[in-house]
């Protein structure tokens, strides 16, 4: 990971990143990032949060008139937001969007990780937040902190590779929503 960064110095470059599905839990960004930084509610317009068929997390994508609430996580490092790119895999992309501050409708231009394949017939529906907390989030923080062991290894997994072993080897096979 050399030219990364190492440490925060002065000269280095702060991101917002808004998070919309597993990163909205507290729990999942300790495990990647060991803190959880300071965010604000934040609604981006112009988006649709889908579920994803054989997935427990969600992906956005643009659709004129819809909007999805989540949280903008605020101050995230180059060193972080290499972590989250590395997370996010190459199922996303990122990209800079506008959201809308609830706390103080301020408009913000942000990262947000947008799905990779517009045309995936794999999303349905809309994924639900609190259903995932109370049916997914446990097993998923247990993931996350094994993709980051794993991310430590030169030879690493991604993070797809790690969720699906990671589902397997424990005999779940998430089911939709």
């Known amino acids: 990971m050399s030219g990364i960064g190492s440490g925060l110095s ?3 470059n702060l991101h917002n990143v808004f998070v919309y599905g597993s990163l909205m839990a507290d729990d ?19 988006f649709h949060r889908f ?3 054989g997935r ?3 992906a956005i994508l643009p659709v004129e008139s819809k909007k ?17 790119d590395e997370f996010e895999d190459v199922e996303y992309k990122r990209r800079t969007v506008e959201v809308s501050l609830l706390d103080s409708s301020e408009n913000l231009p942000v990262h947000a990780y ?3 394949d517009k045309d995936d017939p794999n999303l349905y529906g809309e994924w639900d937040f609190e259903e995932w907390k109370r049916v997914h989030k446990d097993d998923f923080v ?3 902190a094994g993709f980051m062991e794993e991310l430590e290894v030169p030879e690493s997994k991604s993070r797809v590779a790690a969720y699906e072993s990671f589902y397997d ?9």
């Open 10 to 12: 002065q000269s280095q």
């Open 114 to 116: 947008v799905w990779a």
């Open 56 to 58: 427990v997390y969600p």
């Open 142 to 144: 247990k993931m996350t």
């Open 169 to 177: 080897q424990n005999g779940d096979n998430p089911q939709e929503s």
């Open 68 to 84: 999805v609430a989540g949280r903008v996580l605020k101050d995230i490092t180059d060193p972080e937001l290499y972590i989250l």
């Open 28 to 46: 999942v960004v300790r495990a990647l990032l060991n803190r959880v930084p300071g965010s604000s509610f934040a609604i981006l317009n112009g």
């Open 51 to 53: 579920s994803i068929k």
